[in-house]
């Protein structure tokens, strides 16, 4: 619940406290029924920011992806979450790895003009990473 508060403060105040890096890409809203627009969005997680833990030839964890939008009037919509489960080879997962986790996700909102929160909270340290969209023009 804490993180579902975060994600949504993240609209409006940047969040201090995040450690985790992420980068996120958006592409242009695009309507998607009446009244209904559609942003997807590219979160990518870098393997060496996560606590991940060994596994045999593996290192696992999981991330859990949050997203909100939010109107140029302050109209916010229902935050979104999924989990994601990690699982990747152990030399990936050194300190040194280049490697990115990369996922797709969609944002619906009701006006082509909202703000787009993105949050991702590392499930084994607790770190959490934040983005805020802001939509062009």
Same mark, same amino acid.
């Given at each position: !619940?804490?993180? %579902? !508060? %975060?994600?949504?403060?993240?609209? &409006?105040?940047?969040?201090?406290?995040?450690?985790?890096?992420?980068?996120?890409?958006?592409?242009?809203?695009?309507?998607?029924?009446?009244?209904?627009?559609?942003?997807?969005?590219?979160?990518?997680?870098?393997?060496? #920011?996560? $606590?991940? @833990? +060994?596994?045999? /030839?593996?290192?696992?964890?999981?991330?859990?992806?949050?997203?909100? *939008? =939010?109107?140029?009037?302050? /109209?916010? #919509?229902?935050?979104? /979450? !999924?989990?994601?489960?990690?699982?990747? +080879? =152990?030399?990936?997962? =050194?300190?040194? *790895?280049?490697?990115? @986790?990369?996922?797709?996700?969609?944002?619906? *909102?009701?006006? +082509?003009? #909202?703000?787009? *929160?993105?949050?991702?909270?590392?499930?084994?340290?607790?770190? $959490?990473? &934040?983005?805020?969209? %802001?939509?062009?023009?």
């Amino acid at each position: !619940e804490v993180m %579902r !508060e %975060r994600v949504v403060a993240n609209l &409006f105040r940047r969040d201090e406290a995040a450690r985790l890096p992420i980068a996120v890409d958006a592409g242009a809203p695009v309507a998607k029924e009446k009244g209904l627009w559609v942003t997807t969005l590219r979160v990518r997680v870098p393997v060496r #920011s996560l $606590a991940l @833990l +060994p596994d045999g /030839e593996e290192a696992r964890g999981a991330v859990t992806l949050y997203r909100v *939008s =939010a109107t140029p009037v302050g /109209e916010v #919509s229902e935050v979104r /979450e !999924e989990r994601q489960e990690v699982r990747v +080879p =152990a030399a990936l997962a =050194a300190p040194d *790895s280049a490697v990115a @986790l990369d996922y797709e996700v969609e944002v619906e *909102s009701v006006d +082509p003009a #909202s703000r787009i *929160s993105v949050g991702v909270l590392d499930a084994t340290s607790g770190d $959490a990473g &934040f983005r805020l969209i %802001r939509p062009a023009g």
